[in-house]
Each structure stands twice: as C-alpha cells, then as structure tokens.
C-alpha cells in the first residue's frame, strides 16, 4: 500500500472537495440558470463530476483490490456498505417516526427502505453512487481472488464486452419502455464502468507517480481522443469515451498542479483539513437540503448561499462525529 499512498496528493484533495461542493450546488439550488457560473456548475455536473470520483476511487482501490489480503479488502468493502445501509436506515427511521405521530401511518413504506439497500434509489437517490461501487467492487474482487495469474485478461475481456454493449445499444435495446429505478440502476452499472475500469488500469500503472513528460502525452492524447469523438459523436454514441477523456485530462491535470510544492505546515494542515469528509458531505447533503433543515429559511432560499450553507453544515457534523466514532467502524458514515 504504500506506494499508493504517495499518490495522494493535494492536487487530487482539493479537486474532490471543489466537485463535492459543486455537487450539492447541482442537487440543492432551486434556479440552475440564476447565472452563468451556477449554469455552468450544474451542466458539467451531469458528466465529469461523478465519472471522475467513480475513476478517482477505483485508482485509489487498486493495490487493495490486487493484494488480495482479505483484511484490507473487507476494510475497503465497509467502508462503502456501512454509509450504503447506515445513512438510508437511519433516515428512514426519522421519516416513519415523523409521519407516525402526524398520524400519517399509510405513508409508512418499508418497500420504499428495502428498494433503497437494494439498487440505491429512491429514498435516498445519492446513494447510486455507491450501488454502482459495491457491485463493481465486489465483481472486481471475486475475479481477481479467482483467478489469480489470469484476472487482467478476464477484466480486458468484459471491459471490451461491455464497451461493445453500450455502443451498439444492447443496454437500451433491452430496457426499452422499462423507465423503473431498477432499470436505470442497471443501465448505470453498465454505462459507468468505464470510469472505474480507467481507474483500475491507472492504479496499475500508478499514473500519478509518473513524470510530467508521460503525464503530459496522456493528457494531449485524451485531448486527442476527445476531439476525435466530439467529430463522431452526431449521434450521441460516443458521449461517454468522450466523457473518460475529458475526465481523464481532469484527473491527471490536477494531479500536476504545484501544491506538493507548499512547505508551510500550517497552510498543509489547512488544505488538509478543508478536503476532508468529501464523503460524508455527499451522503448528508440530500437528506440536509430537502428534509431535515428544508424549513430554514435561509436553506428553503434554495439559492448559492444556501449550498454554502448546507456544505459547511454537513461539514462541521462530518468533523465533530469523526472525532466521536475514528476509533470505530462508524468512522465510515462521515469520511
């Protein structure tokens, strides 16, 4: 693990806390066309924040996933399923109590909790995310731990496999007409593979501890690669390919800013302390913006400075629980 380890840099740290925060903007501001910045915030939004934390997560997971010391695979499994059951029971559980003692008992749906563990959706949307990691994770692990000398021939094949389904339209040809949750969760572990496969193959190469001239190459070909699929893309089949390259630039671009340059200890604690519990920001901020504090006046705005709000509320909660819980597993629920 530790030569993964020297991949984190502060340059990865704080592209996740600026996406982390615009992603409360997209999920909790009323008028995304108040202007041109917040426009601009929730239209890249749809395709390079989330593919980017899927291909982040998956490089950060490679030497777990290729150990194959059940320890650390375990740990890397929880530390996605006790947020993925925790958050949504717990907030179920607040919801059911409400509606109890106004004397709403038939809007008491344990359907609706079961569907949520299940696909991640629809009481708590945001948890899709984490359903696509869980499934991929642990379909990346059962193959490496099985087929041990032959996995990356195997993980090639299906990459590739999948890649063709996408693009000639299987996917959609066999959901078509079905708009279910189950169905758009089904096509979201299809179509977002590709970002955790990248990931996986830049964790094998350790992409961010190679020397600016090769990053460099990798970011004019993506450059390459997107303008290529932009010429192709009348038909919108290549939206995804051209999402990974653009993604890619992204990823590897803010890995070769000069923050690791910065000596001062005290501005290190600070870059520190500010890009954390990006994790836990993402599973409250739904839950904060459109139930539990959504009667504030200042929040029920919902305008910038609400995100804000909301953002530094689930922040300073991620913060004083982590303090309460890091010697226990619940550690998990806000990191």
Same mark, same amino acid.
């Not at 089904?186 to 990931?199: E, H, K, S, V």
């Given at each position: 693990m530790?030569?993964?380890?020297? $991949?984190?840099?502060?340059?990865? %740290?704080?592209?996740? !806390?600026?996406?982390?925060? =615009?992603?409360?903007?997209?999920?909790?501001?009323?008028?995304?066309? %108040?202007?041109?910045?917040?426009?601009?915030?929730?239209?890249?939004?749809?395709?390079?924040?989330v593919p980017t934390f899927f291909l982040i997560s998956f490089y950060f997971s490679y030497m777990t996933f290729t150990s194959r010391n059940i320890i650390k695979l375990k740990e890397r499994l929880l530390r996605i399923l006790i947020p993925y059951i925790i958050w949504p029971c717990i907030f179920w559980i607040k919801y059911s109590y409400i509606k109890?003692? /106004? +004397?709403?008992?038939? /809007?008491?749906?344990?359907?609706?909790?079961?569907? %949520?563990?299940?696909? +991640?959706?629809? #009481?708590?949307?945001?948890?899709?995310? %984490? @359903?696509?990691?869980? *499934?991929? &994770? !642990?379909?990346?692990?059962?193959?490496?731990?099985?087929?041990? =000398?032959?996995?990356?021939?195997i993980m090639t094949f299906l990459f590739i496999l999948i890649l063709c389904l996408n693009h000639f339209g299987f996917v959609y040809y066999l959901l078509s007409g079905n708009q279910s949750f189950f169905a758009i969760s089904?096509?979201?572990? #299809? #179509?977002?593979?590709?970002? !955790? #496969? $990248?990931? *996986?193959? @830049? +964790?094998?190469? $350790?992409?961010?501890?190679? =020397?600016?001239?090769?990053? &460099?190459?990798i970011i004019l070909l993506s450059y390459i690669g997107s303008i290529f699929c932009k010429y192709l893309n009348n038909n919108k089949k290549f939206d995804y390919i051209y999402t990974q390259f653009i993604i890619n630039i992204i990823f590897i671009f803010s890995s070769i800013l000069p923050f690791n340059l910065i000596k001062n200890r005290i501005i290190i604690l600070i870059i520190n302390q500010i890009t954390s519990y990006t994790g836990g920001i993402y599973y409250l901020h739904y839950e904060i913006k459109h139930r539990t504090f959504n009667d504030i006046y200042l929040i029920k705005k919902g305008n910038f400075f609400s995100c804000i709000i909301i953002y530094l509320i689930c922040y300073? *909660?991620?913060f004083l629980s982590f303090k309460i819980f890091k010697k226990t597993k619940l550690k998990y629920l806000f990191i």
């Open positions: 530790e030569n993964q380890k020297k $991949t984190i840099n502060r340059g990865i %740290q704080i592209l996740r !806390m600026i996406f982390s925060f =615009n992603i409360v903007v997209f999920h909790c501001i009323d008028n995304k066309f %108040q202007n041109i910045y917040i426009y601009f915030i929730c239209r890249i939004a749809i395709y390079y924040y109890y003692i /106004e +004397g709403n008992k038939e /809007e008491i749906n344990f359907k609706v909790l079961f569907h %949520q563990l299940l696909i +991640g959706k629809p #009481f708590l949307p945001v948890f899709w995310f %984490q @359903f696509c990691l869980i *499934f991929w &994770s !642990m379909l990346f692990i059962i193959i490496i731990l099985c087929f041990k =000398n032959f996995y990356k021939y089904i096509c979201d572990l #299809f #179509f977002r593979n590709i970002y !955790m #496969f $990248t990931g *996986f193959f @830049f +964790g094998s190469i $350790t992409i961010l501890n190679r =020397n600016i001239k090769f990053k &460099s190459i300073l *909660f991620c």
